[in-house]
């Protein structure tokens, strides 16, 4: 069933990069329709896998297909899912439909555009249900690209530049993850490439050690882990809304699924204590809950100081990937599952956020520099874009109510059972969050600075052009989501802890 | 050749020989007329090795094995025979002849000569991938030497002179090489009742258990090393491995593109080719013993390849060094075999490197064939421009073939659901466990390729479209039914490579199981 998804995807890439072959006419109109459909389609199946997965005896990964794919290799076409691919894909569907939502406006080469959208959509559906390490690898690798063309072709501010420099953190990532893969296979001499099958082989602790850090770090490299971050803000910033909203929302979760799927569930025992401790530093684990917390505290502080708005929400990203990271090293229940929970919420509020700058607010005032945000009085002139970004803003500090309170509470609970001083810092960071969301609010829609007369003349003649209803439905699809997530979490808790404790009970003890 | 070999009663690896050469006969004196019977002749001649591809032998052995005494004092005869290594050679070189025939359309030049040279070329890559006899397949390696040379030489660009010299030069002094190590096997081989052998079964079975290297020592002095490099060397020029592939990137570069494709598309395997058949079976210890440098040699080929891709300003020299880069995970592939390793798991993983290298093979001649393809449109449309900056935003113009070229360059990148991406993988799989040093620098070269080839995205489809390329014309519908089947089967082996691999892994366990190299 939940394969659909897949194929769905690829067929309407397929049919979009056909278009113009079949539709001499009429053809933006059509291809934004047919992205729709698909998405929509694509939803439409998550939801229904979802809901059929609901239920108490869903604990491990569910069989979806498998065929022999290269047989004399052990390669299986082999698709599954637990309770993590559910919510993972359920989040992907609804990133999806946004996406569409908010590139309503794209005219240039309208139905390239959507080709590589649902290509990218179709890649990232396939990791979160791959089972199968090559298989997962190829779906990985397949994403990079669309990314890179979305950004290259469609973006803005150094474009060029930002697509580059993604593309190749995105494939030093995928060399380190396949280095570790590989040698994996060297080392338990298995002759499957199945994650169930490679994760029995009890790999000696020895090259666990040194085997998780590196797959650990190459899919953390696109979760945005401090240092290797810096392709993310700038990624964001030059892509189209709604490569921003994919970036953010489902791509950056391909990395930190991996480093849950494969990294963690793969080699346990690589998080184990050195024997050795160096400043309270005594496994891989305290190296990256450490990095994450660097990563929460860093993000948000450069997020305080942007003078460009899609910078704010590109480094907030960052801050609140390191949430996911820090839950993930957490290793205990609660903990990691509010990193899924974080993953889920974060894919919906980044897309949310970015929406409302780049497409709603950038497409009308044509900047998105703070400073000159602050003197077109937003909030009278852009009510609808103000409210949006206010409910959003809240739900981004973690206000509760929304999916973001309970997601990071639970890391930070989880976390707090392992290290107090790791809640201590991760707070700081909570509160620099909140300022940095607070002074973006302010200074874009309620700022009472007064322009420049010449330019209060030239900027006050027109309206700004009204809402649209690709953007309305947008925007309630999304409040939506994270406000249920956030007053009802139970709905996708009751699939994230079966699935998280088979996962941990794996191998973590 | 170990138990019987099948023999088949139709001679269908002559025919598929000789059909070239009736083929170059007749184009010659066709004049205008030339291409269409070249393109008859190679289309026909595809036709011929796909039925050899799907005849094959299920066990991996050879099969339709032909063998006649040709000049029995000497030890040579007229053997045949094919597996899934050289049936698979057969198909890729008819597919290149044929895309390369198909590009070729603007040959104003002696037609008649251009092509009867292409298909005789095209009789010796037949021929040599399906000799079993030293004497025998170094004819057929020499002769497609000798149309390579006079295509580049009367066909190519500005500075072909010293380029087709330097190219006959150093595979001439490879084949001297090859030719001065076997006529010393044939003098040890000799025996008071029989002659010396030439027989690649022969001298193989002779080395496997040992004896050759106690018969050459007994007949010449501790020189068996020696015979080794000696081949390796001939083979390595025609590859090319770091440090003997300066001949490369002039010879690629001034070809006419359609020749270049051949030279990279299916000469470049020769080379390959030969190490499996011929050097890796007759000298598995002395490869064994050298094996450390030729792993560094590999790497370096590896490395270096992408790292001076990535310095070029010349598509075609961008590409020559890629196809260096991308031969040069065959050469990772074969010589990490020489590893000592046992157990299933090694098996496993040497099974992998193996068919990975085969696979390789096939993928890098189909891909790289299309990127020079597409280079010579490029040059057509413009004038003969091929500088990386002289191009800019193509997209604009010319969607299709930007996006058609799109999807070869990201073949070539290793892009998983296109066809180079399997063959890589199971290159890196395998060689992971045998040396995973090598195995782990070469991942450098992965991420220099995909650097190397999103820069040339970047700059040839990108960004504003210089005077020159306003009026590019996007592709006609002939290239368009032309690329489609090519396009079509990256995508093919890309998601199924099983259509390949099933018949190729027989084979790859069946030379395994032979091949000795302690």
Redesign the interface.
């Known amino acids: 069933m939940l394969a659909w998804t897949i194929y769905l995807s690829f067929a309407g890439a397929l049919l979009e990069a056909m278009l113009p072959a079949l539709l001499p006419k009429g053809r933006n109109a059509a291809a934004r329709w047919l992205a729709l459909a698909v998405a929509v389609a694509g939803l439409a199946v998550a939801v229904v896998g979802f809901i059929a997965g609901m239920g108490p005896n869903q604990v491990g990964p569910v069989v979806i297909v498998d065929v022999p794919w290269v047989p004399s290799m052990g390669i299986h076409y082999l698709l599954a899912a637990d309770g993590i691919s559910r919510v993972l894909v359920l989040l992907t569907g609804l990133a999806a439909v946004a996406g569409v939502l908010f590139s309503w406006n794209i005219e240039l080469r309208t139905n390239e555009f959507f080709a590589f959208f649902l290509a990218l959509i179709g890649g990232v559906y396939g990791v979160f249900l791959s089972f199968d390490l090559f298989l997962l690898f190829v779906f990985y690798e397949i994403a990079i690209v669309p990314k890179y063309f979305l950004i290259a072709i469609w973006g803005s501010t150094r474009r060029e530049y930002a697509a580059m420099k993604l593309a190749l953190y995105s494939f030093a990532g995928s060399a380190m993850v396949l280095i570790g893969l590989l040698a994996a296979y060297a080392t338990a001499g298995s002759h499957s490439t199945g994650l169930v099958a490679l994760g029995h082989a009890n790999l000696p602790v020895s090259f666990q050690m040194w085997a998780f850090p590196l797959v650990f770090v190459g899919f953390a490299i696109l979760a945005g882990m401090w240092p290797f971050h810096t392709w993310a803000p700038t990624g964001h910033v030059a892509a189209p809304t709604a490569a921003s909203m994919l970036l953010a929302g489902v791509v950056m979760k391909l990395g930190a699924y991996g480093c849950l799927r494969v990294a963690i569930a793969l080699f346990p025992r690589g998080l184990d204590p050195w024997g050795v401790s160096f400043i309270g530093i005594g496994s891989w684990r305290d190296v990256f809950a450490i990095l994450a917390i660097v990563g929460i505290v860093y993000g948000a502080l450069v997020a305080l100081v942007q003078t460009d708005f899609k910078f704010v929400i590109g480094y907030s990203s960052v801050s609140h990937m390191g949430f996911v990271l820090l839950g993930l090293m957490t290793l205990n229940q609660i903990g990691v599952t509010g990193a899924v929970l974080q993953m889920f919420s974060h894919g919906i509020l980044a897309g949310l956020l970015f929406a409302i700058v780049g497409r709603i607010v950038y497409e009308r005032t044509h900047t998105r520099q703070l400073a000159e945000l602050e003197t077109m009085h937003l909030s009278k002139r852009m009510p609808f874009a103000a409210g949006a970004f206010v409910i959003a803003g809240m739900a981004s500090m973690g206000l509760p109510g929304f999916s973001g309170f309970v997601a990071e509470l639970q890391v930070l609970v989880g976390a707090w059972t392992v290290n107090h001083w790791w809640v201590a810092a991760a707070g700081v960071g909570i509160v620099v969050g909140v300022a940095y969301t607070w002074r973006a609010m302010q200074k874009a829609f309620f700022s009472d600075a007064l322009p420049a007369a010449h330019v209060l003349e030239k900027e006050h003649s027109h309206p700004f052009a009204a809402i649209t209803w690709p953007e309305v439905t947008g925007v309630v699809l999304l409040v939506g989501v994270s406000l249920f997530v956030g007053l009802y979490p139970k709905i996708l808790l009751d699939q994230i802890e079966p699935a998280v404790k088979a996962l941990l009970a794996g191998g973590v003890q | 050749m170990n138990g019987s070999p099948m023999t088949s009663g139709f001679p269908i690896l002559t025919l598929l020989t000789v059909l070239p050469l009736v083929g170059a006969a007749i184009a010659l004196w066709s004049g205008k007329h030339a291409r269409g019977v070249a393109l008859i002749t190679t289309i026909a001649s595809l036709a011929l090795a796909l039925a050899v591809w799907i005849h094959l032998s299920p066990s991996g052995t050879m099969s339709m094995v032909e063998q006649h005494p040709w000049a029995p004092s000497l030890g040579i005869e007229y053997h045949l025979g094919v597996d899934g290594l050289s049936a698979l050679m057969l198909v890729l070189s008819a597919i290149v002849t044929l895309m390369s025939v198909d590009a070729a359309n603007r040959v104003h030049h002696q037609p008649g000569l251009y092509f009867a040279l292409v298909l005789v070329l095209e009789a010796g890559l037949f021929g040599s991938f399906t000799a079993l006899n030293f004497f025998h397949w170094f004819l057929f390696w020499e002769l497609s030497l000798i149309p390579a040379f006079f295509l580049i030489k009367l066909w190519g660009g500005a500075r072909r002179g010293p380029a087709a010299t330097q190219f006959f030069v150093y595979t001439m002094a490879g084949s001297v090489a090859l030719l001065l190590a076997f006529l010393a096997l044939f003098v040890a081989t000799k025996t008071a009742d029989t002659p010396g052998s030439m027989d690649f079964a022969r001298l193989s079975f002779l080395a496997s258990t040992g004896v050759l290297e106690k018969m050459v020592t007994a007949h010449l002095g501790p020189v068996m090393l020696w015979l080794a490099i000696g081949v390796l060397a001939g083979f390595a020029v025609k590859v090319p491995m770091i440090p003997f592939h300066t001949w490369l990137p002039a010879a690629y570069a001034e070809a006419p593109s359609p020749v270049t494709m051949l030279l990279t598309g299916a000469m470049s395997k020769m080379g390959v080719y030969g190490l499996l058949r011929i050097a890796i079976p007759i000298f598995g210890p002395q490869i064994a013993q050298i094996r450390t440098p030729l792993l560094i040699l590999a790497v370096a080929t590896v490395v270096m390849g992408a790292w001076a891709a990535a310095a070029q300003k010349d598509l075609k020299r961008v590409f020559a060094y890629s196809s260096v880069n991308h031969l040069g995970y065959c050469l990772l592939g074969i010589f990490a075999l020489a590893v000592p390793a046992v157990?299933?798991?090694a098996q496993?993983?040497q099974?992998?490197a193996l068919?990975g290298v085969i696979l390789q093979m096939f993928n890098h001649g189909v891909t790289a064939a299309a990127l020079f393809w597409f280079v010579a449109m490029l040059q057509q449309r413009t004038g003969g421009h091929r500088g990386i900056d002289q191009f800019g935003g193509l997209?604009k113009p010319a969607?299709v073939l930007a996006?058609l070229m799109g999807i070869v360059l990201?073949s070539s990148l290793g892009?998983?659901?296109l066809n180079g991406?399997?063959g890589e993988?199971?290159i890196?799989?395998g060689v992971?466990?045998l040396a995973?040093v090598a195995?782990?620098v070469s991942?450098l070269g992965?991420?220099v390729t995909?650097?190397v080839i999103?820069?040339v995205i970047?700059k040839v489809f990108?960004?504003p479209v210089p005077e020159h390329c306003v009026n590019f014309p996007d592709l006609y519908h002939g290239e368009r039914l032309a690329m489609a089947p090519v396009i079509g089967l990256m995508l093919l082996i890309g998601i199924l490579?099983?259509l390949i691999?099933?018949s190729v892994?027989p084979t790859v366990v069946n030379l395994l199981a032979h091949w000795r190299f302690f």
């Open positions: 157990g299933s798991a496993a993983s099974a992998a068919n997209r969607p996006g990201f892009l998983p659901g991406f399997v993988f199971l890196f799989r992971f466990s995973w195995a782990t991942v992965l991420l995909a650097a999103l820069t970047q990108s960004g490579p099983q691999v099933q892994n």
